[in-house]
């Protein structure tokens, strides 16, 4: 029995191991399923442990010389074994692949981000398979795996598929939110313009920001182009929900580059206020969760928060702050402030614990206050 398993492995890991080297090493046309394998070994490691019982570990240890063939037998079994794993494993990688193909054929993002991810962990042994997965790949088989010829090839596809992954989320992420940029001699329009399509625009955005995303592009825009303009310029904002019959929102900003000679007009606060909203108004539809810790403003906040903090309170809010005492009991400034703060802590743009720039100006209010009615 031992010797009609072991014939059957040796056939079943030549034919694996062309099949292999069609997919890894010679690049051939392969249509064959890496299924039919998987079933193959699984029954053949099924009939394997059942020998191993049948002869007995401790036993092998205390027979003697006559039966050294049957002890020899026993260690070839668990050889075999061995074998028969890593070609499970990599068995397993080609059926990835192939799900991925499947995926990619009806963009099903959030099911090829999974599927990427678990091929990750497959090729470089990450410990974040499932608890099935992770029985294939012990650490005997993954080292073993990782001395093959075939181990740098799978490597270079997989990050290809991640690549190209990457590539395809990035332009769908840029149909579906279009963000321009105009330049004159003295002035700018920008416009930005988001999908209503929630779910559409919430898959794309979850898996794509995942790790490693960097969102400093899309970062650098919204606080060069909007944020920064909005709190230090006055601003003419145009905002629309029917933009190509309601499929889209739309928020057009236009302001002057050009430095006057004199002293640049400075926006009233309660119209830079009002402008912020609208623009996370607008962008709204892009921040879901990405994981059970972080949404999407929460990621954009963490580049952006620090310098619009800053310049709200030194070149908005402080300003703005009453000079007479009329002004001053007809204020709502400290209010106003408030409710932004609460805004951006609700849209999970600042930490209320840590990001702290707005709620200590309302404490520091009447010492402002004081300091310009005194001056």
Do not use: W
Not at 99 to 122: H, M, P, Q, S, W
Not at 191 to 218: I, M
Not at 284 to 312: P, T, W, Y
Request: aromatic share 8%.
């Amino acid at each position: 029995a031992i010797l009609k398993v072991l014939t059957r492995v040796n056939r079943f890991q030549l034919r694996v191991r062309k099949h292999i080297d069609d997919n890894y090493t010679e690049f051939m046309p392969n249509h064959t399923s890496p299924d039919i394998f998987l079933e193959e070994s699984a029954s053949l490691n099924r009939e394997i442990h059942d020998l191993l019982e049948t002869v007995g570990s401790e036993g092998l240890g205390a027979l003697d010389e006559a039966n050294a063939k049957l002890a020899d037998s026993g260690r070839q079994l668990r050889e075999i074994l061995l074998g028969l794993g890593v070609s499970e494993h990599i068995l397993r990688i080609d059926e990835l692949f192939q799900c991925v193909e499947e995926a990619k054929a009806t963009k099903n993002y959030l099911v090829i981000l999974d599927l990427v991810g678990r091929l990750r962990a497959f090729i470089y042994g990450d410990d974040s398979v499932d608890a099935q997965d992770a029985q294939v790949a012990t650490p005997e088989v993954q080292r073993i795996f990782q001395a093959l010829e075939c181990y740098e090839t799978i490597k270079v596809k997989y990050h290809v598929q991640a690549h190209l992954l990457q590539q395809s989320l990035q332009e769908r992420f840029d149909r579906l939110v279009q963000l321009q940029c105009k330049s004159f001699p003295t002035s700018r329009c920008v416009t930005l313009q988001v999908s209503c399509d929630q779910t559409q625009l919430q898959e794309v955005v979850q898996a794509l920001f995942q790790e490693p995303y960097n969102p400093v592009r899309l970062c650098d825009f919204l606080l060069d182009n909007c944020i920064e303009p909005l709190i230090l310029r006055p601003v003419m904002a145009e905002y629309s929900e029917e933009v190509d019959g309601g499929s889209y929102v739309r928020l057009s900003l236009s302001y002057a580059t050009k430095e006057s000679s004199s002293s640049q007009l400075r926006p009233n606060y309660k119209q830079v206020l009002e402008n912020l909203k609208l623009l996370l108004q607008t962008l709204a539809g892009i921040n879901c969760s990405v994981s059970s810790e972080q949404h999407v403003f929460g990621i954009i906040g963490d580049h952006v928060k620090d310098k619009m903090l800053q310049l709200l309170v030194d070149e908005c809010l402080i300003p703005a702050v009453p000079e007479t005492m009329e002004e001053y009991q007809a204020s709502t400034l400290c209010e106003d402030v408030t409710q932004l703060e609460q805004l951006l802590v609700d849209s999970f743009i600042i930490n209320p614990e840590h990001d702290r720039a707005l709620g200590q100006f309302v404490e520091q209010y009447e010492t402002y206050y004081r300091n310009r009615l005194f001056r």
